[in-house]
């Protein structure tokens, strides 16, 4: 137990580190499951939460089929444009102060490019809502510092999967600097719902966030490089490849 606990405070520091955020908690085995305890953290059954669509990506633990309505909350949309692949944020704000939501959900599966967290952040402000970014699909970006920086930008929570573009083992990862809800999901996470867990784990995310620490930048540059790249060589070809005027193809 002494070099499992010694794995585990190498973890939290190294991704606090990476992320420049005071609380971490990588128990969770996935990002399914780190939007489950972020749910449980900032809401309680029969709280109404707003999230996008399946049209705007949003993901399916997000909405009544998965964790979210499991966990039996009520889901509403949040207004989105599709023109500019951005949360409708004066929208957002009439919506929101009709739903008085609990949480409001930015980002989902598929992020072209940063949304308006400052202007989400207004809204929740006003309502009295937690914001809650899910990095499950940006995370090695994120990290990399080559995208928005969600948890500086205004969101209370970030959660993500550190596979996909983290690069790391099949786990999950919660990221806030607020103490209230590093408290909660500590709790949630011990003595609740992952007590035990696979120590192999952590091990493997230890050289993961030392990897994106060291050549996170560079590597998150390149992976934006070839997204454009990507698409403008099928725009060449004929394929339609989705822009935004005066933003272009992506730049995720």
């Given at each position: 137990m002494e070099h499992g606990d010694q794995l585990e405070i190498m973890l939290m520091s190294l991704m606090r580190k990476l992320f420049d955020a005071k609380y971490v908690e990588y128990r969770v085995p996935s990002g399914?499951?780190?939007?489950?305890?972020?749910?449980?953290?900032?809401?309680?059954?029969?709280?109404?939460?707003?999230?996008?669509?399946?049209?705007?990506?949003?993901?399916?633990?997000h909405h009544a089929e998965g964790a979210a309505g499991l966990y039996g909350l009520e889901i509403h949309d949040v207004p989105f444009d599709f023109a500019n692949m951005d949360v409708d944020s004066e929208a957002l704000m009439v919506e929101a102060k009709k739903v008085r939501p609990k949480l409001i959900i930015v980002a989902g599966s598929m992020c072209l490019f940063p949304y308006s967290l400052g202007e989400v952040r207004k809204v929740a402000d006003e309502v009295g809502a937690w914001i809650l970014y899910d990095a499950a699909h940006m995370g090695g970006?994120?990290?990399?510092?080559?995208?928005?920086?969600?948890?500086?930008?205004?969101?209370?929570?970030?959660?993500?999967?550190?596979?996909?573009?983290?690069?790391?083992?099949?786990?999950?990862?919660?990221?806030?600097?607020?103490?209230?809800?590093?408290?909660?999901?500590?709790?949630?996470?011990?003595?609740?719902?992952?007590?035990?867990?696979?120590?192999?784990?952590?091990?493997?995310?230890?050289?993961?966030?030392?990897?994106?620490?060291?050549?996170?930048?560079?590597?998150?540059?390149?992976?934006?490089?070839?997204?454009?790249?990507l698409a403008e060589s099928l725009h060449s070809g004929g394929c339609e490849v989705f822009h935004v005027s005066g933003k272009g193809f992506t730049n995720s």
């Open positions: 399914s499951i780190a939007n489950l305890y972020a749910y449980m953290a900032t809401t309680k059954p029969g709280d109404k939460i707003m999230a996008f669509s399946d049209a705007a990506a949003g993901h399916v633990t970006l994120i990290a990399g510092g080559e995208f928005q920086q969600p948890v500086k930008e205004g969101a209370d929570l970030m959660t993500g999967s550190t596979y996909k573009s983290f690069g790391g083992p099949p786990s999950g990862m919660i990221l806030t600097n607020s103490a209230e809800l590093a408290q909660r999901l500590d709790k949630i996470a011990f003595p609740g719902l992952t007590a035990n867990f696979d120590l192999s784990r952590a091990a493997s995310m230890v050289i993961a966030v030392l990897d994106l620490l060291t050549h996170g930048k560079k590597y998150a540059r390149m992976c934006i490089a070839n997204a454009k790249s």
